[in-house]
């Protein structure tokens, strides 16, 4: 079987998954963090869970850059640096600077594992070696980086990176080392949301669907949102049930609106 076929099965799969994923998670909260709870089946720590679940991020990008025909093109290489830019980030740092004693069911590390393997394949392939293939969209040859797509989607994509790292810092400020408890998260984008992080995480990817203009970059928005818009709802119900004190403007997840 041709290759391309494969890719556009897994992209077609991966839709279809995303879409009943969004619809289960309004009814059922991704059992880690303060979701986790009992009959999940066995567990690790969040932080082994972390780096295992977002391990192929980096390695299987690595591969597919090696491997390429264009390693050395200006565009696929300085997407390709913005990708690690978050991924060696959230693999192999993130997880380190962890402050909790939360454990991972290792049901939802597969489930990771297996997401960010054909995410990963699926973004790093297409810029590497199908947008010339196929010839469909931008070609990532020098001139596209002058395209308002792309430097839209750049500026976007850094926002929502200081956005994202800085709230994953006020909550990890949050607590002393070896400390327990969840407390009321205040500063930077906390003034209007209770999810900042998802917030900035969301607009990370939809500078990156701009940049690489492609059918897989709209899909990993897609994900992005499935995973964290019902997240967040959770968090806000969370944070309003267990502290009466909760600042009663703060939205969830979209300052001013949601
Ligand atoms: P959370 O905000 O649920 O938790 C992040 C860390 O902060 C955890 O260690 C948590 O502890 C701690 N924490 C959270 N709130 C408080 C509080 N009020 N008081 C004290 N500590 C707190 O984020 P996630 O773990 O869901 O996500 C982590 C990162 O991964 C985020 O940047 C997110 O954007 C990204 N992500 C991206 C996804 C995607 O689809 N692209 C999907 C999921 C996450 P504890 O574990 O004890 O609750």
Redesign the pocket.
């Known amino acids: 079987m041709e290759e391309i076929v494969i890719y556009w099965g897994i992209l077609i799969a991966s839709a279809v998954i995303a879409l009943a994923i969004f619809i289960l998670l309004f009814f059922v909260s991704a059992p880690?963090?303060?979701h986790v709870r009992k009959g999940w089946g066995p567990t690790i720590t969040?932080k082994w869970g972390w780096i295992l679940m977002e391990s192929p991020t980096v390695a299987i990008a690595v591969v597919l850059f090696v491997v390429s025909d264009y390693s050395f093109e200006l565009v696929p290489i300085v997407l390709f640096v913005l990708w690690c830019l978050h991924y060696v980030q959230?693999d192999l740092i993130f997880p380190f600077f962890?402050?909790?004693n939360?454990r991972m069911p290792l049901l939802i590390i597969l489930f990771g594992l297996i997401f960010n393997t054909s995410n990963t394949y699926l973004q790093v392939r297409w810029i590497f070696h199908f947008a010339r293939e196929t010839g469909i969209g931008p070609q990532y040859l020098p001139d596209w980086l002058v395209d308002p797509r792309f430097i839209i989607g750049v500026i976007i994509f850094i926002v929502g990176y200081i956005i994202?790292r800085h709230s994953?810092l006020v909550?990890?400020d949050?607590?002393k080392p070896g400390e327990k408890g969840?407390?009321?998260?205040f500063g930077g984008m906390y003034k209007f949301i209770s999810?900042p992080?998802?917030f900035g995480?969301i607009l990370i990817?939809i500078g990156w669907a701009l940049m690489v203009w492609n059918l897989a970059g709209l899909l990993f928005v897609f994900?992005?949102l499935a995973?964290?818009f019902p997240?967040a709802k959770s968090?806000h119900k969370w944070y309003l049930k267990e502290f009466p004190d909760y600042p009663k403007e703060r939205k969830a997840l979209i300052p001013f609106l949601f």
């Open positions: 880690y963090g303060r969040s959230r962890l402050r909790t939360k994202n994953d909550l990890r949050l607590r969840y407390k009321i998260p999810s992080n998802y995480e990817w994900w992005t995973n964290l997240r968090h």
